[in-house]
């Protein structure tokens, strides 16, 4: 017991990242470990097999069925002696002979077209060019049914609209800008302002946008896959076409396809976010609850070199958890893949910040699934799904983006499988605590994991003690409480205090009335009237003023 046992850490290869195919690129588990590119041509290839086979078994039921009319009409088909039809004309055999055949093929034509119709994205295809022809035309129409045209009314733009018909013909698509939210109008008013600086080529690409969504409106009841390979059609198709427009300028077509996609997803999220056909929205639910259920994994456990006790390290933390919960409430897959970056950004900051000199991709990794574990962010695997499907593939395929969300995926998928074994804990252990019939304690000197389950009362308060130990949150919730406590005390010695004052100002007032009545008493106030005085007493001019006029009298 008094050895020190090896913790070990989580590690993975830097090469079980990228393709299986050996491209180069990142891989990706949601494409069973292989790049956005080599997927595309994967699932390419399978779907036409499946044209394939598909056609291959209508050309089945069109031969059994032609077997099936030809025994039905073979006893009436024959008139009679042989002689007698070989005296007749040649021309006159004709006509019931085309009568025959017109029939037969109609026949065979209901029948084939039921069966078309399970595996055909479109009824009015028009059968009577061949089978050769209607495969080629179906296949064409698989792979280009989303290939921008620059010029309307193009054969590949017609054929698109009678794909998108269907059986109820084609109407038109719903107003979306007129139901948008301020967002959407806002995103939809900036990209018309980067489209002014590119003027000509500028409304074209408006243009295919706004047609690109008014057909994905139309088709509500694809499946995921199919609405993913739409929109990374028209991504591919769009890129070409800028590429050469812009002659082969790499930065301008990125910058290009960055506003595209910020336009399109922004516009289209409700409808291809966690979509009814998919199981996401369960697999949410699930890895939600497996999180839930870890809740008692320590970083010690996992080996992360994060130190939480150092502000900086923590608030680190923090902003990381943030980052990747924030993810959920962006729109765009580029913006969700900003928020992963920042979230790694931050890692590998506290990281250093820990170590003190930079990290590498085994600090890194069991950092993320400890950041992963803390958050249990919402919806996670329905925004992984969605950043799979529907983001531009350059950047899952390169670059720090496309390196990060590629840890994430591993990060999850080691959550998914996480077992005692992972943790270097005994079977048993790994159980109770999962159970919760137990919680870790701090390690002790000698590096075990050891715990009793409550046998005693102060056994369970010491757990706790020592969980709070363990566990930063409940390290900085009980830290919290403790301001609370002395914030509390300070307020009631204020309050207190403010008791006091009030008293003696109430008692000082008191005293200042009874001397000013003491004062009042000792000395009374008499108020004398003024003495009376004649009217002209006090007018010291009098002197001064002119004699009074005395009345004359004028002889007459």
């Avoid at 129409?141 to 290939?147: H, M, Q, V």
């Amino acid at each position: 017991m008094s050895q020190k046992p090896e913790r070990r850490g989580i590690h993975v290869d830097q090469s079980e990242l990228l393709c299986k195919k050996g491209c180069g690129y990142y891989g990706n588990a949601a494409w069973q470990g292989l790049c956005s590119k080599c997927w595309r041509e994967e699932y390419q290839r399978a779907k036409e097999r499946q044209i394939q086979e598909d056609w291959a078994f209508a050309e089945k039921l069109q031969r059994e069925e032609e077997v099936a009319y030809a025994s039905s009409q073979g006893p009436s088909s024959q008139p009679g002696p042989q002689p007698q039809a070989q005296a007749t004309p040649p021309h006159a055999a004709l006509t019931p002979f085309s009568k025959f055949e017109e029939k037969k093929t109609n026949e065979k034509m209901r029948k084939v077209t039921t069966v078309k119709k399970f595996f055909s994205p479109s009824t009015r295809i028009a059968p009577k060019k061949g089978l050769v022809e209607r495969e080629d035309r179906t296949l064409r129409a698989w792979r280009g049914i989303f290939s921008p045209s620059w010029e309307l009314g193009s054969p590949t733009e017609a054929l698109v609209a009678r794909l998108r018909e269907g059986h109820e013909g084609k109407t038109s698509s719903p107003s979306i800008s007129r139901q948008a939210s301020l967002e959407t109008d806002r995103v939809s008013k900036d990209f018309m302002e980067f489209l002014k600086t590119m003027q000509r080529p500028g409304r074209e690409i408006h243009k295919q946008c706004r047609a690109f969504i008014e057909s994905m409106a139309n088709k509500k009841d694809l499946g995921a896959d199919e609405l993913s390979e739409c929109v990374q059609d028209f991504y591919q198709n769009l890129s070409d076409r800028l590429m050469s427009h812009f002659k082969g300028s790499s930065e301008s077509v990125e910058r290009v396809m960055d506003q595209v996609e910020k336009y399109i997803m922004t516009r289209l999220y409700k409808s291809v976010f966690c979509p009814e056909t998919t199981d996401d929205e369960k697999k949410d639910l699930a890895t939600q609850h497996r999180i839930r259920a870890l809740h008692w994994v320590t970083i010690e456990m996992l080996c992360v070199s994060m130190d939480e006790e150092i502000p900086e390290v923590s608030d680190n933390v923090v902003k990381a958890i943030t980052d990747v919960i924030e993810m959920d409430s962006k729109r765009v897959p580029r913006d969700k893949l900003a928020c992963i970056t920042q979230c790694s950004k931050h890692i590998f900051s506290a990281i250093k910040i820990t170590k003190k000199e930079p990290a590498s991709a085994d600090d890194f990794l069991p950092a993320l699934i400890y950041i992963v574990l803390k958050a249990n962010p919402p919806r996670l695997q329905s925004n992984i799904q969605y950043i799979t499907r529907f983001c531009n593939p350059s950047r899952l395929m390169t670059g720090e983006d496309g390196y990060y969300f590629t840890n994430l995926c591993c990060a999850v998928a080691f959550i998914e499988k996480l077992d005692a074994q992972s943790l270097n804990l005994d079977t048993d252990e790994f159980e109770r605590y999962m159970s919760g019939q137990a919680s870790p304690r701090r390690p002790t000197d000698d590096g075990g994991w050891p715990l009793e389950a409550g046998a005693s009362h102060q056994g369970a308060a010491a757990a706790a003690a020592s969980s709070v130990a363990v566990n930063p949150a409940l390290a900085q919730l009980h830290h919290s409480l403790e301001q609370l406590s002395g914030l509390s005390e300070r307020q009631d010695r204020l309050m207190e205090g403010a008791r006091g004052l009030q008293e003696e100002l109430v008692s000082w007032e008191e005293g200042v009335r009874r001397q000013v009545q003491d004062i009042l008493e000792r000395y009374p106030l008499e108020v004398r009237p003024p003495p009376a005085s004649a009217i002209d007493t006090e007018n010291a001019e009098t002197d001064r003023l002119p004699p009074p006029l005395t009345p004359q009298v004028f002889a007459g």
